[in-house]
T-cell receptor
């Protein structure tokens, strides 16, 4: 089976930096994705890490350590519009077949940005 | 480019009634996914299609849930009969292929079963 752990809630001040951690346990692993979801909205893709290291896209960066089964999403220069839920998702549950493309989501981290 | 379209956006039904959800993916996306998202949880995959073939339906409760994707474009997810525990948001997503890292989600259908 697979399990992902991420903090349920995080609060940060506008303009600050926040890091949302994700640890996972999985029988097969191809990569770690991050999605953002505003209340009542659709999840939107932020990033995907298949290899160890840091990927940067504007104010958002994502990091992966395969040996530690750990990743994080870093949000810089926080804005009020960044208030949303952030989900990490592991791609791959089984090492072969249909499961290798399966995306398993964590329970999400609700980020509140305060003035 | 139009996004993933879903309808209806909201549905309220009595338990034991049937319900159907419709999804039209992004044009050219061969892979289509149905997810269920319970309140305070992440999306959970129900079924994945590659073109018109259901290639991963291991998590679809087949006693009451069914899905189809005729002609490999739009798709319908049905529940019959609905139970109280089926109340959730049903999300449809699509991607160019199953190996594509980015999935594009629709706005979802919020189902309430009374």
């Amino acid at each position: 089976g697979q399990s992902l752990e991420q903090p349920s809630e995080v609060t940060a001040v506008e303009g600050a930096i926040v890091q949302i951690n994700c640890t996972y346990q999985t029988s097969g692993f191809y990569g770690l994705s991050w999605y953002q979801q505003h209340d009542g909205g659709a999840p939107t893709f932020l990033s995907y890490n298949a290899l160890d290291g840091l990927e940067e896209t504007g104010r958002f960066s994502s990091f992966l350590s395969r040996s530690d089964s750990y990743g994080y999403l870093l949000l810089q220069e926080l804005q009020m519009k960044d208030s949303a839920s952030y989900f990490c998702a592991v791609r791959g549950g089984l090492s072969t077949g249909a499961g290798s493309y399966q995306l398993t989501f964590g329970k999400g981290t609700k980020l509140s940005v305060i003035p | 480019e139009a996004g993933v379209v879903q309808s209806p956006r909201y549905k309220i039904i009595e338990k034991k009634q049937p319900v159907a959800f419709w999804c039209n993916p992004i044009s050219g996306h061969n892979t289509l996914y149905w997810y269920r998202q319970n309140l305070g949880q992440g999306p959970e995959l129900l079924i994945r299609y590659e073109n018109e073939e259901a290639v991963d339906d291991s998590q679809l409760p087949k006693d009451r849930f069914s899905a189809e994707r005729l002609k490999g474009v739009d798709s319908t997810l049905k529940i019959q009969p609905a139970e109280l525990g089926d109340s959730a948001v049903y999300l449809c997503a699509s991607s160019h292929s199953p190996s594509t890292s980015e999935q594009f989600f629709g706005p979802g259908t919020r189902l309430t079963v009374l």
